[in-house]
């Protein structure tokens, strides 16, 4: 058996029961075509943080892609948003634009945590401009994968009705919600307006780990 390299997730013992946590929790194989997807080729011995220092990202909109253990796999998404096929690979990763105006690169958006939470990938990795986040599931963020599937099931349909009718939240009824989750959760993630300061960006990771239970690692990213 060939070992995993540092830059993918290991696997969780099967007694956890991880893979019944996700049902037909994907998109299509066919959402890109083959010819849109480029790579990186991996020489091997590279650690982890010289993987992600080759993580792509560009000025005006977002990469999305996937890790093997040879390869960066990845293609051009929308301007802020990236989706990619998760049965590909245990760690999956989405650069934001690094120059587009209103936007925050190096801070992960609360869709950023949920849907780490709400998806398969073990690792997932956010590609800032001067930072590189990369999120970890643990053992212990099971029982929160499950209070944020119960608490969805509970309120969805309730909480989406309330922010449609209001037209504070049009255009951002997702994001609001998505929010609105992680508060349940107990985590208070800064809207993307705040301005990040590095007490703050020492704060945050800290926090994540605290209220939803994953390792969080920050790299600062070589240009
Ligand atoms: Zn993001």
Known sequence: ?????????????????????????????????????????????????????????????????YLTKTRIRFVKCG?????VPRHRSSCTFHSHPTNLSGTFPDLPSSSDLYGFLFKEPLRSITVGKNLVWVF???????PMIKKLKRWQTKNLLAVTRELRENPKYEGRVLDEFQNIALTALGLDWPSRRRDLNDSLLKQWPKLIAKTLKFDVTVYSRNQ
Do not use: C
């Not at 301007?79 to 989706?83: E, M, N």
């Not at 970890?136 to 099971?142: G, Q, R, S």
């Open 79 to 83: 301007s802020t948003s990236a989706d």
């Open 136 to 142: 970890n599931k643990t053992p212990k963020t099971l």
């Open 1 to 65: 058996m060939t070992t995993q390299p540092q830059h993918l997730p290991k696997p969780f013992p099967p007694k956890l029961g991880y893979d019944q946590l996700y049902i037909d929790d994907d998109i299509d194989d066919n959402h890109y075509e083959p010819d849109q997807w480029k790579e990186i080729r991996l020489r091997p011995g590279l650690t982890a943080e010289q993987v992600y220092q080759k993580l792509p990202s560009a000025e005006t909109f977002e990469y999305g892609g």
